[in-house]
């Protein structure tokens, strides 16, 4: 029972991790209606500025993170102002192959600038793992989660709760409209995407820590995206629910099925949950169904 209730905490902290870099996803989708598939680039950049700053430049977490959260939203503001706004008002298969061509851009920018070995991460987090009910959890995966949640909530209540979040929402629901209504667009999308960024800063972070800092790190954004589906695309709550399902799911079945099958799993089961969600249901858990009159 120890050994489940280990990998299922372990899971739910890693989800809620996930949820943090899901949660740039949500907001970007929320507010202009296209999925960013850059968003695991994003945070691999954030996680290099993190890295060049704490490591190399040996500057207090106190001074490099806040430092990393501003590159990083005005990162975001110029991908808006030099990517997304010129395509305002085009179909949004155009918006999504243009973050996809940013992936490829960023991924070969950041070799280039901080070269190809892998960096280190090291946060100011103690390295004795912490014991919770017979259960022993790494400190940065607790500090991880629990950074994660916080986060996430101060976004769920910026989207809920705030004038700035219903004029994003607006925006989202119907660009023209919202337009005629004298909300901004170009606004709108720039907030979206420095907030993103300030999220994938933040997962940047804490993944760097984990698993050190180099072009691959971007592939976690990818792996998130079935927690993105299984929530739904609008929803910052099902980004939390989705991470917390995904991280269980496989932390458990690897727990259980790597002896035996020689590792892996933790690769394809994500993969293979979102595809019975979508057969169940094609918008998520809390996504918003769209019905069109023909």
């Not at 399902?245 to 933790?266: L, N």
């Given at each position: 029972m120890t050994f489940f209730a280990s990998l299922l905490i372990t899971g739910l902290m890693t989800g809620a991790i996930y949820a943090l870099v899901a949660l740039g996803f949500v907001l970007v989708y929320k507010a202009t209606g296209v999925i960013n598939f850059a968003q695991g680039e994003f945070m691999m950049f954030g996680a290099f500025i993190a890295a060049a700053l704490l490591t190399d430049r040996s500057l207090p977490a106190i001074v490099a993170i806040p430092i990393t959260m501003v590159v990083m939203a005005g990162l975001g503001l110029v991908t808006e102002r030099?990517?997304?706004?010129?395509?305002?008002?085009?179909?949004?298969?155009?918006?999504?192959?243009?973050?996809?061509?940013?992936?490829?851009?960023?991924?070969?920018?950041?070799?280039?600038?901080?070269?190809?070995?892998?960096?280190?991460?090291?946060?100011?987090?103690?390295?004795?793992?912490?014991?919770?009910?017979?259960?022993?959890?790494?400190?940065?995966?607790?500090?991880?989660?629990?950074?994660?949640?916080?986060?996430?909530?101060?976004?769920?209540?910026?989207?809920?709760?705030?004038?700035?979040?219903?004029?994003?929402?607006?925006?989202?629901?119907?660009?023209q409209a919202a337009m005629a209504m004298g909300i901004s667009v170009p606004w709108a999308f720039g907030t979206a995407m420095a907030v993103s960024g300030v999220a994938a800063a933040a997962g940047g972070l804490i993944w760097g820590d984990l698993l050190g800092v180099d072009s691959y790190l971007a592939l976690v954004g990818f792996k998130v995206f079935p927690?993105?589906?299984?929530?739904?695309?609008?929803?910052?709550?099902?980004?939390?629910?989705?991470?917390?399902?995904?991280?269980?799911?496989?932390?458990?079945?690897?727990?259980?099925?790597?002896?035996?099958?020689?590792?892996?799993?933790?690769?394809?089961?994500?993969?293979?949950?979102?595809?019975?969600?979508?057969?169940?249901?094609?918008?998520?858990?809390?996504g918003k169904e769209v019905i069109e009159r023909v």
């Open positions: 030099v990517v997304l706004r010129p395509m305002i008002g085009r179909p949004a298969i155009g918006m999504i192959m243009a973050t996809v061509g940013l992936a490829f851009v960023f991924r070969g920018l950041a070799p280039m600038l901080w070269g190809g070995t892998t960096k280190n991460l090291s946060l100011p987090l103690p390295e004795t793992p912490i014991q919770i009910l017979d259960v022993s959890l790494n400190p940065t995966v607790l500090a991880g989660a629990v950074a994660a949640l916080l986060l996430v909530g101060g976004f769920a209540l910026l989207f809920q709760r705030s004038r700035i979040g219903i004029a994003l929402r607006a925006v989202a629901d119907d660009t927690v993105v589906i299984l929530g739904g695309l609008d929803s910052v709550g099902g980004a939390v629910l989705g991470g917390l399902v995904v991280g269980a799911v496989e932390s458990v079945a690897a727990g259980y099925i790597d002896p035996r099958v020689g590792g892996g799993t933790k690769d394809f089961v994500p993969f293979l949950l979102m595809l019975v969600v979508l057969m169940a249901r094609p918008h998520g858990f809390f």
